[in-house]
């Protein structure tokens, strides 16, 4: 058992059964779903796709990420948005359902 202070976690994501919380040093499995986290952290988390959690205070911008291949075909208009966060350098996707959740935090 491994204590992981929330203010140390930078998103929660859930694969299959599992939810992995990442931390800028590591990732670590937690039994808890994403939606008790998400009740349980009054507001320190956003859920930005239905299997992914960040933390609110460490967005630090949206992009758009390159089409993929047949995207064009389906009528998607450039890529799928991301968010960026302090401390972790890969964009994490945003779901079309939660962009508009997404988007006004952003704007702050």
């Not at 202070?5 to 998103?11: I, N």
């Not at 931390?23 to 956003?46: A, K, M, Y």
């Not at 930005?48 to 630090?60: T, Y």
């Not at 995207?71 to 960026?84: F, I, N, P, T």
Request: aromatic residues 6%; hydrophobic residues 40%.
């Amino acid at each position: 058992v491994h204590l992981v202070p929330v203010e140390d976690v930078l998103f929660l994501k859930a694969e299959l059964k599992y939810v992995t919380v990442r931390t800028r040093e590591r990732e670590f499995l937690i039994e808890d779903s994403l939606n008790q986290v998400e009740q349980e952290s009054r507001g320190r988390f956003v859920r930005v796709h239905r299997n992914c959690l960040v933390a609110a205070s460490l967005i630090r911008g949206a992009e758009r990420l390159p089409a993929a291949a047949g995207d064009e075909e389906s009528g998607q208009e450039g890529g799928q948005w991301a968010v960026r966060l302090e401390g972790y350098p890969e964009p994490i996707p945003v779901s079309r359902r939660q962009w508009s959740v997404v988007k006004a935090m952003v704007k702050r």
